[in-house]
């Protein structure tokens, strides 16, 4: 058994879709980046990767690189899961936090789960998902920006 850590930050502007766990939310700003800017899903790559031991998303999917440009962080949750099984690992579970003021996040986790495991071959058991604010606190808390933090459990 394994364990790695994943966190990611992403800033929010006009002008982008807010998509998180590969769903999109209706709000009026999204997360800036060279891909769709997944946080909650670019945490948990990373996370997956950690404990692997096999480096970053920056390494696997750079942000120089125009093939991951706009591209769905799913896809690169695929092709994560994939390295994974390569290197003889399955996830065992994933336990992750969107930390962001705004919008409500709680009616969409559930279809965050199913795509996130959908995307790895595993059990939605295995995905947890929740969401906090910083109670207006730190360029969260002032709508700036989101982050998002994740740990995985891997065989």
Known sequence: MRAGLGYDVHKLVLGRPLILGGVEIPYKYGLLGHSDADVLVHAIIDAILGAATLGDIGHHFPDTDERYKDISSLLLLKKTGDILRSKGYVVGNIDAVIIAQQPKLSPYIDEMRTNIA????????????????????????????MAAQAIAIIF
């Not at 995307?119 to 709508?143: C, H, V, W, Y």
């Open 118 to 145: 959908k995307s790895l071959m595993a059990n939605k058991d295995d995905i947890n998902i929740k969401a906090t604010t910083t109670e207006r606190l730190g360029f969260e808390g002032q709508g700036q920006g």
